[in-house]
């Protein structure tokens, strides 16, 4: 081996285990002596709350993604505010009313800490409560390794890392590939929208004829434009808060079982959000999409592999950050 070789191997050995790092700090089991039971709470709550509301499923799905892919999973999302005073990742135009299932978290949070107090971080319990709501809305159980630490920085400004209802394929695989995720990875996690829904302002923008340059999103099957617009008024003659109070499924007929449903409703040109739909659109995403399509466990398995690497983004470990009291503030 050349020098110049040999050296370059040696960067490339070393970044790699740099990168392994972060990912074998987080163990299963992470409070087996300090919090036993930790899992099993997060567990009952989670059932409980599901049980009386089975739409805080895709809440919690949601709140875990967004969690991670700005500044990692470290909880940053449910902080109220920050010592620096500025705006927080919860008020952002990504998030704000369109966010389900925060208080789910805080009732989790207070039981665990009358059992053992300062110990489990409110990032470990987020990755925990998707893991479990995923579970009841029908994906098979995964591992979820713990031991990562809550953040102290939540800013609005970084919700830019979230993928937008408008993106093209290429700012989706860009958002994703930033945070390690391949293409079909993103297809494959996209899955997600098989439950839960969206609120009118994330996808009316579609269905209105404005003008001959913004025309009516052609994407979108005729009948169930049709059928969006008894669901949504035109947002040019409509209050935005009558708009944000309308939620529509992203399945109509179900939503809330995470079956992977999502994929046959692309095939029909019935993808709630733009960004869903222009899956379709080019090749390389379109085969992924008739794949999971044609293999729904398959789908289900993948989906679950690609929850547990989310749950590994950018994580605090150690004596980085450190274990939030109560979840919406900083210590
Ligand atoms: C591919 C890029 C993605 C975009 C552009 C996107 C965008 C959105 C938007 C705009 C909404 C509706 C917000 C509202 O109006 O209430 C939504 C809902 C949702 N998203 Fe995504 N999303 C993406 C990927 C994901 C991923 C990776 C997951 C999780 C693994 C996910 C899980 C969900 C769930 C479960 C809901 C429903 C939430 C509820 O009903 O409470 N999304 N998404
Ligand atoms: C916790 O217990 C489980 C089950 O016995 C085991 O698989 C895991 O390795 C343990 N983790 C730690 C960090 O001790
Ligand atoms: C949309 O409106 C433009 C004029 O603003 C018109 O030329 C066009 O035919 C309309 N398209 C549809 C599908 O109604």
Redesign the pocket.
């Known amino acids: 081996m050349a020098p110049a070789t040999l050296l370059f191997f040696l960067i490339f050995v070393q970044s790699a285990n740099a990168l392994n790092t972060r990912r074998s700090e987080l163990q299963l089991g992470f409070y087996n002596s300090t919090c036993p039971d930790v899992e099993q709470i997060v567990h009952d709550v989670v059932r409980n709350r599901h049980f009386l509301d089975p ?1 805080i ?3 919690l ?2 709140l ?2 967004h969690d991670c ?1 700005v500044r990692g999973c470290d909880a940053s999302i449910l902080l109220d505010e920050t010592p620096s005073g500025e705006p927080v990742e919860k008020v952002s135009v ?1 998030n704000g ?5 925060i208080e789910v978290i805080d009732t989790i949070k207070s039981i665990i800490e009358s059992f053992c107090p300062g110990t489990v971080s409110c990032a470990d319990i987020l990755a925990f409560a998707a893991r479990d709501a995923a579970v009841l809305a029908g994906l098979q159980h995964y591992p979820v390794p713990s031991g990562r630490r809550d953040g102290t920085v939540s800013r609005a400004v970084e919700t830019l890392d ?6 093209t394929v290429e700012q ?1 695989t860009r ?2 590939a930033k945070k390690g995720f391949s293409q079909s990875e ?1 297809v494959v ?5 098989s ?9 009316s923008g579609r269905l209105y004829n404005y003008t001959a340059a913004l025309p009516q999103d052609p994407t979108i099957e005729t009948v169930h434009a049709e059928y969006l617009k008894t669901k949504c008024p035109d947002p040019r003659t409509t209050a935005a808060e009558a708009l944000e109070a309308q ?1 529509v ?2 399945i109509p007929a179900a ?1 809330t079982s995470l079956d992977g449903s999502y994929y046959a409703e692309m095939q029909m040109g019935k993808g ?2 733009a ?2 739909q222009v899956l379709m659109t080019e090749r390389r995403t379109r085969t992924v999409v008739e794949r999971m399509a044609a293999d729904r466990s398959k789908w289900a398995r993948k ?1 679950a592999k ?2 547990s690497k ?1 749950g590994l983004v950018e994580v605090l470990t150690g004596d980085q950050g450190e274990v939030r009291r109560d979840c919406r503030l900083v210590n």
């Open positions: 739409t499923a895709a809440g799905i949601r875990h993604f892919f990504a009313y369109t966010l389900h299932g979230l993928p937008g209802p408008f993106a989706l958002n994703f993103m996690l996209s899955g997600a929208h439950i839960g829904g969206a609120h009118c302002p994330s996808f939620k499924n992203f939503g709630l959000l960004s869903d989906f690609a929850m989310m």
